[in-house]
């Protein structure tokens, strides 16, 4: 199982980022797909969800109406638009697999920076 993030990076405030995850070794499209956060010094934190077949998101309070999820899953991507991008966005930001409706365990990919900073 391999989840793979890409698209972190250096931005100033106010601009956009679009991440990506590239998935393996799994059914992707029987997975709830996530992007977490964490930045230094504090714990990991829940920012966007998307059901399987992506009928249904949601997302942090500190993102609503600024991050979008998506995913493709004739591709196995999941993707994470970042626009209006603030200081305090300056985090790792992790890809997270999580069984829908049945048990088992989540997955996890190694991380991507993302730093917001003039």
């Known amino acids: 199982v391999q989840l793979v993030e890409s698209g972190g990076g250096l931005v100033q405030p106010g601009g956009s980022l679009r991440l990506s995850c590239a998935a393996s070794g799994f059914t992707f499209s029987r997975y709830r797909m996530s992007w977490y956060r964490q930045a230094s010094g504090k714990g990991r934190e829940l920012v966007a969800t998307?059901?399987?077949?992506?009928?249904?998101?949601n997302y942090a309070d500190s993102v609503k109406g600024r991050f979008t999820i998506s995913r493709d899953n004739a591709k196995n991507t999941v993707s994470l638009q970042m626009n209006s991008l603030k200081p305090e966005d300056t985090a790792v930001y992790y890809c997270?697999?999580?069984?829908?409706?049945?048990?088992?365990?989540?997955?996890w990919g190694q991380g991507t920076q993302v730093t917001v900073a003039s």
């Open positions: 997270n697999a999580a069984p829908f409706a049945v048990s088992g365990v989540d997955y």
């Open positions: 998307i059901t399987p077949a992506g009928g249904s998101t």
